[in-house]
């Protein structure tokens, strides 16, 4: 008896160790995990596929050469940030040209008589995250304005990577008296909603403890089955995961109505855009945070008698796929052809811009 209880401790004292000098080399593979070459995303089809992979991913076009790489961001007293004016660079296989209102997009010239402007407001959603200029969505309506109305139609790309509503609010009080838009697409959502400081594996709404358990998961995830569209818990700012949104739910509501007045004064047609994700095409119910906040903008759209386009409907209607994203937020070219066409159909049926 003796004998065996000494064998069980012993084994499970080596037991432990192993699993201490597991846990030691994990953490130390997870410090320097960031210093090894990042494997490319496998594309749909491929037998091994990221959890994150999405089927839109595909369609990225080529990346120009003779451009620096990334967004350069100068600093911005009230924004924070904003696009460094007069740059071009490439973000996420696309070139940008930034001109000199720091808006993405070329240098608007004084505006002529029968010219229609529609600026749009929000983030790399909005700004047309891995799509060219000419396929974002406010370019694509722009084309079909201008083809119904038989006038020039300017699209302004007022959005911003990571902005959130008070940035697109100051951003309006910046360029509006500039740009004189007739239109102020007001598509704000997702930097919102979301917290800034994601972590990559959790556990009940906690960082897993386990380093062997995080760094087995991201080894073994290119053999994983790719999930249903899902939101990953923590990405959203919701209070049961210690964390807030970046602009809580009464204050997004405040901004959003005093966007809409802020459009209104500079003599400009608010319309309301909800942006879709991925996670509306599946059975997944969306999240009750995201819910609140799309349903903000549904109000403020029927209380001021605004147009509304209602992208997770619109998306369903035409029964968009995977495909029509980069990821769970970014509408990919084909996504981005949905929303200006519904755009487009929305502003022409409305009528006010006759």
């Given amino acids: ?37 990042a494997r490319p995303l496998p594309l749909p089809g491929e037998a091994a596929c990221m959890p994150d992979c999405m089927p839109g991913v595909a369609t990225l076009p080529q990346p120009p050469s003779g451009l620096p790489r990334g967004i350069p961001m100068a600093p911005h007293g009230r924004r924070a940030w904003a696009l460094a004016p007069n740059t071009q660079m490439v973000e996420t296989n696309v070139a940008v040209r930034v001109n000199a209102l720091a808006l993405r997009g070329p240098n608007l010239g004084p505006k002529s ?34 083809k119904n109305f038989d006038r020039p139609v300017t699209p ?20 509006g008296a500039i740009v004189k838009p007739d239109v102020v697409v007001i598509a704000t959502l997702w930097s919102d909603v979301f917290s800034t400081e994601v972590p990559l594996i959790r556990a009940q709404g906690q960082t897993h403890p386990s380093a062997v ?93 605004l ?24 509408p990919s070219s084909s996504g981005h052809k949905i929303l200006g066409e519904a755009l487009a159909q929305g502003l022409i049926r409305d009528g006010r811009l006759n």
């Fill in 113 to 146: 008589a029968d010219e229609l402007r529609i600026l749009t407001l929000g983030d790399s959603s909005v700004f047309g995250f891995g799509v060219d200029e000419d396929k974002v969505f406010s370019s694509v309506a722009a084309r079909a304005l201008a």
């Fill in 1 to 37: 008896m003796l004998r065996t209880r000494r064998k069980l401790g012993f084994t499970l004292l080596v037991a432990a160790l192993t699993l201490g000098v597991a846990e030691g080399v994990a953490s130390v593979g997870e410090m320097v995990w960031p210093l090894m070459p």
């Fill in 213 to 305: 358990y995080r760094v087995t998961i991201r080894l073994l995830s290119p053999f994983l089955s790719a999930p249903t569209v899902a939101w990953l818990d923590g990405d959203v700012g919701a209070s049961g995961l210690g964390r807030q949104a970046r602009v809580g739910v009464d204050a997004y509501r405040r901004t959003i109505s005093a966007l809409v007045a802020a459009a209104q004064a500079l003599g400009a047609q608010p319309v309301l855009m909800v942006l879709p994700a991925p996670i509306d095409l599946d059975a997944t119910p969306v999240p009750p945070l995201i819910a609140q906040y799309r349903q903000v903008l549904a109000q403020q759209a029927a209380s001021a008698g």
């Fill in 156 to 175: 302004v790309i007022g959005a911003t990577p990571g902005y959130t509503s008070v940035q697109a609010l100051d951003t309006l009080a910046d360029v």
């Fill in 307 to 330: 147009l509304l386009i209602d992208g997770p409907r619109v998306f369903k209607e035409l029964s968009a796929t995977n495909a029509d994203f980069f990821d769970q937020v970014h």
